[in-house]
């Protein structure tokens, strides 16, 4: 019996190092990546004012973030000249809303697995007719469940923030597909004229 609750122990102790270390590096990288998206936005739609498309695409080469694939996808579209500018803007939105709640998997394991754990290990104490096994059981049980809950707390606020971010990005990329559409584009200007490929 001391196997095994060492066993379990240690598989909670896993599962919390593992929340923990997602945890810090998705709220440690949330701030960073507003202040970059604010950034990118700024120089990509300084370059497609100045009729730079090209500039505008190698900027935007090998940057992450949501904001980086749906300004990639617009740009790309724009240098072909075809009117699936807001096709190109909608479909790169919502493949990166599908892609993003990827991140936040770890929470939800832990919700599942850690109360599974302790639950499992309580109903084998309670047939093992031993008052020490079960007391152990008991706040091995409520440890779990404690981990649980603080999985949910972190995942509800990294779901929260992924949002905003995912708000901001569409936001930031309606304005530059808005210009690009609007009377003052430099698109008219740069028909025909050779792009590179996107790459």
């Known amino acids: 019996m001391g196997i095994f609750l060492g066993i379990e122990y240690l598989l909670l102790f896993l599962l919390s190092t593992w929340m923990t270390a997602t945890a810090i590096r998705l709220l440690k990288g949330a701030a960073v990546m507003d202040e970059d998206m604010d950034n990118l936005h700024g120089q990509v739609l300084g370059a497609v004012r100045a009729g730079d498309l090209p500039r505008a695409i190698l900027i935007l080469e090998g940057e992450p973030g949501p904001l980086a694939a749906i300004l990639s ?3 790309t579209e724009a240098t072909k000249f075809t009117p699936k500018l807001r096709v190109a803007y909608k479909v790169t939105l919502e493949s990166i ?33 031993n008052q020490t096994s ?21 995942n509800g606020i990294t779901v929260k923030q992924d949002q905003q971010r995912l708000l901001k990005a569409g936001d930031l990329g309606r304005q530059v597909l808005n210009f690009l559409l609007s009377p003052e584009s430099p698109l008219p200007a740069l028909r025909g004229r050779a792009f590179p490929p996107a790459q």
């Open 97 to 129: 809303k599908r892609r993003s709640m990827v991140a936040t998997n770890p929470f939800r394991l832990v919700m599942m697995f850690a109360p599974f754990i302790g639950i499992v290990w309580f109903i084998v104490s309670i047939f093992g007719k």
């Open 134 to 154: 079960f007391t152990i059981s008991l706040w091995l049980m409520l440890l779990s469940f404690l981990i649980a809950l603080v999985s949910w707390f972190i």
């Open 73 to 75: 996808n617009v740009l």
